[in-house]
């Protein structure tokens, strides 16, 4: 048998923790979603049958602000899928937007005061 989407980000993730000597109990966090919402939604058929449909919306993490990611629509989907998509999207929104080398444009260029000087050699616009 195969391993699902969310067993191979489980592993992934357990590799990454375990190569930047993660904390233990933010693996743990992090090695489950924080909300799994399932629906299911009646659709009546032009033929006049009702078909209902299974979805999902999953919150892997949300301690950097609000969700994002985790919901598809696709008939061979299941819940596996869309939490092994919820945790990319908080890896990579958590890599991309904490760090000055990925957000580069939005770190203003200044110098350090010294500790005799409070005052700025540059402004944040490099004037």
């Known amino acids: 048998m195969s391993r699902s989407s969310w067993e191979a980000v489980v592993e992934r993730l ?8 993660l904390d233990p109990d933010v693996y743990r966090v992090l090695a489950q979603p924080a909300r799994v919402l399932e629906v299911a939604v009646p659709v009546r058929l032009d033929d006049g049958s009702v078909e209902v449909f299974t ?8 301690v950097r602000g609000p969700g994002k990611g985790g919901i598809r629509f696709h008939p061979e989907v299941d819940a ?3 939490k092994a998509l919820a945790a990319m999207m908080t890896f990579k ?12 444009s939005r770190w203003p260029r200044c110098s350090a005061p010294t500790p005799t000087s409070r005052r700025r050699t540059s402004t944040p616009t490099g004037e």
């Open 14 to 21: 357990a590799e990454a923790a375990n190569l930047c000597k």
């Open 55 to 62: 979805g999902w919306r999953v919150h892997h993490n949300t």
């Open 80 to 82: 596996d899928e869309v």
């Open 93 to 104: 929104t958590a890599s991309s937007s904490g760090s000055p080398a990925a957000t580069r």
